[in-house]
């Protein structure tokens, strides 16, 4: 079972830019997609960004689309992903997660598991 770090987060303005890394051990992680997923105050998880295995694919919100951009290295067991023009509604715990099953433009919602422990962004106005 795979365990997954999460680092990067923060605390930014309104505008900035953040990068966040999922490090994962195991020599499984280029077999699996891969996920992020957030966590605001007073809300539920919500689904923010997927990767393919090859990360030849991704898909996003569309409350993140074209200002977050996920991407992965499979020879460092590590996924990204990169924040721009934030804005204080992107305030969260964020979390990268496995997807063990094969990830499609209507699955990408769900489906998500072994969670990393998250880390904190906010974004101050």
């Known amino acids: 079972q795979a365990q997954l770090v999460e680092s990067g987060g923060g605390l930014v303005q309104a505008g900035g830019s953040l990068r966040l890394s999922c490090a994962a051990s195991g020599q499984t992680f280029s077999t699996y997609a891969m996920g992020w997923l957030r966590q605001g105050p007073g809300k539920e998880r919500e689904f923010v960004a997927a990767i393919t295995r090859s990360g030849g694919t991704t898909y996003y919100s569309d409350s993140v689309k074209g200002r977050f951009t996920i991407s992965r290295d499979n020879n460092k067991n590590t996924v990204y992903l990169q924040m721009n023009s934030l804005k204080p509604e992107d305030t969260a715990e964020y979390y990268c997660?496995?997807?063990?099953?094969?990830?499609?433009?209507?699955?990408?919602?769900?489906?998500?598991?072994?969670w990393g422990q998250g880390t904190q962004v906010t974004v101050s106005s």
């Open positions: 997660a496995v997807r063990p099953t094969p990830l499609t433009y209507s699955s990408r919602n769900y489906g998500y598991t072994h």
